[in-house]
């Protein structure tokens, strides 16, 4: 009898290590949205969670999105013309090392990943808000390897948010915090705070502030200035016009539909293909670089730029293609990394040409 009390208790001590959480914005049990689809997905940071990405190494955001992205196109809840999108926000991660997890397990704590995810209609308007918590306890050779840990834990979160951007949260998955009753004075000084018609937002590209009040005291937070790509635009191919999605090559017409919603988001912009008919598209400074991962993650071959922001950069020939690729990619590495040795666009082509018309390298002396 004791020693199955034992098992049970020891069972319960791991298994809190390995769960996953919702909180709504408005600390309800039962929610009464239920989204059928979104457009698109967009994982980002807080300015926080980017200061602990350096300890944190195996967190990856574009694995998350990875992840989010698979799981809603499985249950056919990713489409272009749906009437929502997904802002995930990634406002705390903690990773054990590998040495942690393998050696102590769950003494060594838990691997957490926590954000808040917002679904915003066409207007961008937020209609539903909640935060995602989940957390991974094992350890040892069996669970404590790195990639079974980040798997369970991008799984974990993408199961939790689309069940409840689906209405299908279980209960036993919710967390309600409680609250304090609030003292007469204090709503009375609530009040008198300048709400959100009295803040102004700055536009990008401007260079204007944003006013709001902070635990008493104005803070002026001033804007960033647009974001624009790390890289040297290429130049037009004239392979197509900007709106012909019918020219898009290899592609099914799912993703022609999406193309067009492509050229409704903001810049910096970029919609990449590849010959498998794989696709994407992503927004923001490393826009490039997001859509070909999230692309190549769905096939086996290389996908290419297709359109950044309004020019068509597609080109018909094989080297080129290639040449303008890896020039691309090669100028983002040397902006992003100074003082790395990237290969030269000769080497590039050398690369890109079939086996029988590449010249031998010279030995080295």
């Known amino acids: 009898m004791l020693k199955f009390g034992g098992v049970i208790l020891l069972s319960i001590f791991v298994l809190s290590g390995c769960a996953g959480t919702v909180h709504r914005e408005n600390n309800a049990m039962k929610s009464s949205f239920s989204a059928d689809s979104v457009s698109e997905v967009e994982v980002r940071m807080t300015e926080e969670a980017q200061k602990l990405q350096a300890s ?53 704590g838990t691997d957490s990943v926590e954000g808040k995810v917002r679904v915003l209609n066409r207007e961008g308007k937020q209609v539903h808000a909640f935060d995602v918590s989940a957390s991974y306890g094992l350890g040892g050779w069996g669970g404590g390897q790195d990639g079974m840990r980040m798997n369970w834990l991008y799984g974990k979160f993408a199961e939790l948010t689309i069940a409840e951007l689906t209405g299908k949260t279980e209960a036993t998955a919710v967390r309600k915090e409680k609250r304090e009753p609030v003292a007469p004075q204090v709503i009375q000084a609530r009040q008198k705070e300048p709400g959100d018609a009295q803040v ?126 890896r020039n691309v990619l090669a100028e983002i590495a040397i902006n992003q990394n100074a003082g790395t040795v990237v290969p030269t666009a000769e080497e590039f082509v050398q690369d890109a040409l079939p086996p029988q018309q590449q010249q031998p390298q010279q030995a080295e002396k």
Request: glycine share 4%; hydrophobic share 40%.
């Open 56 to 108: 944190n190494t195996q967190f990856s955001t574009k694995m998350l999105l990875g992840y989010l992205e698979r799981k809603l196109d499985g249950n056919d809840l990713l489409k272009t013309d749906s009437s929502y999108r997904l802002q995930v926000t990634i406002t705390r991660f903690r990773i054990r090392s590998s040495f942690s997890a393998v050696m102590w397990g769950i003494m060594a």
């Open 200 to 325: 102004a937002t700055a536009r990008e590209g401007n260079t204007s502030t944003r006013s709001a009040a902070v635990a008493g005291t104005a803070k002026t937070v001033v804007a960033k200035p647009a974001a624009r790509h790390n890289f040297t635009m290429p130049e037009d191919s004239s392979f197509a016009s900007l709106n012909n999605a019918d020219a898009i090559p290899y592609v099914d017409q799912r993703a022609k539909d999406s193309y067009a919603l492509y050229l409704t988001r903001p810049k910096p912009r970029a919609y990449v293909v590849s010959r498998s008919g794989a696709w994407a598209y992503r927004i923001g400074k490393d826009a490039l670089t997001n859509a070909l991962a999230v692309c190549e993650a769905k096939t086996q071959s290389t996908c290419y730029p297709y359109a950044i922001d309004d020019h068509v950069v597609w080109q018909s020939d094989n080297v080129a293609r290639e040449t303008m690729r």
